[in-house]
């Protein structure tokens, strides 16, 4: 299995400089025309990237971040990529109209992500693709779970939740699957984090961060004149992932913009909320992204929040971490185990990558029954 290395932020089975030169090769295979560094429109530094594919059946414009501009551009590269095969290359379904309980399937399929309001039941009729079983084996998901777009032609009603949560990109199948397990996992953290009470949230301190490329981080919001809260959301049944939402204020703006990150390194999960904080603030600005509302330029400017008094050293939000994984294979077994132990059910996949790809990159969509995830992904802070 491929060993894997630790970047800026990140840890992967290849050097980002050659994931980027394989992936830009191929831009025009999903309809990319362009990757757009759009870092110079804020005044802080984190490089953001846009990517924009004009004839998507989905979001047009998708964002990508990073420690540097390098794995900014491959993460925008990639974002848009996954959203491509989600729309068009999920099978078509092979059993059509059928309810679950018709199906031998190992898991409830009134514990996947349903939109608000659905009616779902196992008689619900629902077309199905074969996914793969994590832990051994194959079984039916709904194929509405894994395709993305604006392109049907039939009826059913709108009852699961097709949304990006668990589609994910990588170097290899297993790097992909890690990437996608650890996105459910944080929107898992994320959904909790917003029932818990004001006062049972746990604030780090984010001058005690020790972490060289988070601390630079950091500094560079702090620098332009932002404030950030740094959030420790990790669950007690994911341990040893941690993951953290950061938000990100600036007296420039009438909003606050958030971010997460989950990963069983602490640092890599504090990047990613950090850089994700600061690509939210940079996509307001841009104003490119299908998906925006508008309402949230007419907004009243926010004042300078309080910092919070009762803030936990970085030392101690950090202590739960596991050594990392020297292979991805190992570190996607480790997350299927977590998985699998917390929910009773085991992860599913179904691969995306098109065989004319698969030396290059990888993309995949999982399915986790009975993990939570929040609508759009919404980052709330509770006042």
């Excluded at 009243?300 to 936990?312: G, L």
Aim: negative net charge; aromatic residues 4%; charged residues 25%.
């Amino acid at each position: 299995m491929p060993q894997l290395t630790t970047f800026a932020g990140t840890r992967r089975t290849r050097d980002p400089l050659d994931t980027l030169e394989r992936i830009t090769r191929r831009l025009g295979d999903y309809g990319i025309t362009r990757l757009a560094d759009v870092t110079g429109l804020d005044v802080i530094g984190i490089p953001v990237v846009m990517s924009v594919r004009p004839l998507a059946t989905t979001l047009s414009v998708s964002q990508g971040k990073g420690a540097t501009l390098t794995h900014a551009r491959v993460s925008a590269a990639m974002e848009a990529v996954e959203l491509w095969h989600a729309e068009h290359a999920v099978p078509k379904a092979e059993r059509e109209g059928i309810g679950a309980a018709e199906l031998d399937l190992p898991y409830a399929v009134t514990d996947l992500e349903q939109v608000e309001g659905s009616l779902l039941t196992d008689r619900t009729r629902l077309d199905w693709i074969t996914a793969e079983i994590l832990t051994g084996g194959e079984t039916l998901v709904p194929r509405e779970s894994v395709h993305l777009g604006m392109t049907g032609t039939a009826w059913r009603g709108h009852h699961l939740s097709s949304s990006s949560n668990g589609l994910a990109s990588g170097n290899t199948v297993a790097e992909a699957t890690v990437h996608a397990l650890y996105e459910q996992i944080e929107r898992d953290c994320t959904a909790a984090l917003a029932l818990r009470p004001v006062g049972d949230r746990t604030i780090v301190d984010p001058d005690s961060v020790s972490d060289p490329q988070c601390a630079d981080l950091i500094g560079r919001i702090r620098s332009a004149g932002g404030w950030l809260e740094i959030t420790d959301a990790s669950l007690e049944r994911w341990r040893p992932v941690k993951c953290f939402t950061c938000h990100l204020w600036m007296p420039d703006m009438g909003t606050m913009f958030g971010g997460a990150g989950a990963h069983m390194s602490p640092e890599i999960a504090l990047s990613r909320a950090v850089t994700e904080a600061a690509q939210s603030r940079l996509t307001f600005i841009a104003g490119t992204r299908d998906d925006l509302d508008p309402r949230v330029y007419q907004g009243e400017m926010v004042r300078a929040p309080s910092a919070d008094p009762r803030m936990t050293p970085w030392s101690e939000a950090a202590a739960a971490s596991d050594s990392p994984a020297d292979t991805d294979g190992e570190e996607m077994d480790r997350l299927v185990e977590l998985i699998t132990t917390a929910t009773g059910t085991a992860p599913m996949r179904v691969d995306l990558t098109p065989p004319d790809a698969a030396e290059d990159f990888a993309v995949v969509k999982t399915v986790s029954p009975g993990l939570a995830f929040l609508s759009r992904h919404e980052l709330p802070r509770p006042e």
